[in-house]
């Protein structure tokens, strides 16, 4: 009986290597299936440990849930090469911007995300069973990106939690995934509130995706990410009146960075 189950399960396995081999659509759909399931996993087993550890909603638990993370991108043979860390060593509570482009970022967030930085994310995210919990637990603040008047509260409440609890805030200013290998436009909210609470930006650039995960194309195999961090862009004595400004400068540096990380550095000017 038990040498029948191992036959089955061996075919079984077999089966599903030669259709991974076979079909692009087939082993993307596994290795993505495998993606999800790693996470909600995980954060089951997490969850507890952060109860344990910090007794609740805390920045704290995303050490914790970092640890667990980063241990990922040895499942999908992804390797990260990040530069300018020291970057981060600001004194006091500030707003990091980076560019947003797949499921697969939370993987290059937990790779770089430095102590007591909290994040902000779509509020429907809070729903996804154990992840959507153990996001909450890591004191990620969410936002209903439908609502106007509700995002600007938010923000409203984001500059006052970086000014009393002394964190940083990650943002992903383009609002929503981006898997072109460009930019969208940034949105104004994260330089409001840099430029309210007068903290400095740091820009974050991880480089382009397509070369080894593109959904249209039913790609997903390993791959380098590069990542880097910029010097921190200094806000004090600057009003809403510089916001765009603000913006722009910020835009125009990491697309340049974006297209230096992913081989592409002429495409900037081509584009411009």
């Known amino acids: 009986m038990e040498l029948g189950w191992l036959l089955w399960g061996a075919a079984v396995l077999l089966l599903l290597h030669v259709l991974m081999e076979l079909s692009p659509a087939v082993n993307f759909a596994l290795r993505i299936g495998f993606y999800y399931l790693l996470f909600f996993v995980c954060s089951a087993f997490t969850v507890p440990v952060c109860l344990l550890v910090n007794g609740g909603r805390t920045v ?6 970092k640890t667990v993370v980063k241990t990922f991108k040895y499942f999908f043979g992804l390797r990260f ?3 300018g860390r020291e970057n ?3 004194e006091g509570p500030a707003i990091i911007v980076s560019n947003h482009q797949s ?7 937990m790779e770089v995300l430095p102590d007591d930085c909290v994040q902000v994310a779509k509020k429907e995210l809070m729903y996804a069973g154990t992840v959507g919990l153990i996001i909450y637990l890591g004191g990620v603040i969410f936002i209903n990106r439908k609502s106007t008047s509700s995002a600007k509260m938010v923000m409203a409440e984001v500059a006052k939690t970086m000014a009393t609890d002394n964190v940083k805030v990650w943002v992903y200013p383009e609002g929503t995934r981006n898997c072109t290998g460009d930019l969208l436009p940034f949105k104004k909210g994260a330089f409001h509130i840099a430029v ?4 400095p930006v740091i820009p974050v650039v991880y480089s382009s995706f397509t070369t080894f995960y593109n959904p249209k194309k039913n790609l997903f195999t ?3 990410i590069k990542v880097e961090v910029l010097p921190p862009i200094e806000t004090k004595g600057l009003t809403s009146d510089d916001v765009s400004d603000l913006t722009d400068r910020c835009y125009r540096t990491m697309r340049e960075t974006l297209f230096r990380l992913s081989g592409r550095p002429g495409e900037v000017k081509d584009s411009s």
Do not use: C, T, Y
Request: proline share 0%; glycine share 8%.
């Open 196 to 199: 309210q609470a007068q903290v």
């Open 222 to 224: 390993s791959g380098k």
């Open 81 to 83: 090469e990040v530069k």
């Open 60 to 65: 704290k638990n995303m050490r914790i849930i």
């Open 103 to 109: 499921i697969l970022d939370m993987m290059g967030l």
């Open 88 to 90: 981060f060593e600001v």
